[in-house]
Structures are given as structure tokens and as C-alpha cells.
């Protein structure tokens, strides 16, 4: 499997990002970050492009200010 066909858990996506897991649930809540995808009743992941996308259109709307 290649990266971009990836899902991510909880501690993939904090590295990835670099925020603590209160931010990046808050971040969720407010709708500002990419939400879960629960695969069972008991296990929830991310998909690794879309948390790609998410950090590079964070970066250009900084870089566009």
C-alpha cells in the first residue's frame, strides 16, 4: 500500500501536524481540521491525503496574508 491510499490513527496524524490531541479535537469540532472516519465501533482514522491537503491549504492561506 502506498501512502496515498493510507489511513492514519490518532498518533500518526499529531506527528504529522505537530499539535497536541485537545487541538486537534477542538480544531475538529470547529470544523477548522479534516474529520474521522470510524472504521469499527471502536477504531476511528484519517486519511492521509486529506491531511496532506489540509496542511498545504493551511500554508498557502498564510503565505497569501
Given at each position: 500500500?502506498?501512502k496515498e ?14 499539535v497536541?490531541?485537545?487541538?486537534w ?11 474521522s472516519?470510524k ?7 484519517w486519511d492521509y ?6 496542511i ?10
Open positions: 500500500m502506498n491510499n493510507k489511513l492514519l490513527r490518532i498518533n500518526d496524524v499529531l506527528d504529522i501536524v505537530g497536541s490531541k485537545s487541538q479535537y477542538k480544531l475538529m469540532a470547529e470544523g477548522k481540521a479534516p474529520q472516519v472504521i469499527s465501533h471502536r477504531w476511528v482514522c491525503q486529506e491531511i496532506i491537503k489540509w498545504e491549504d493551511i500554508k498557502k492561506q498564510y503565505n497569501s496574508e
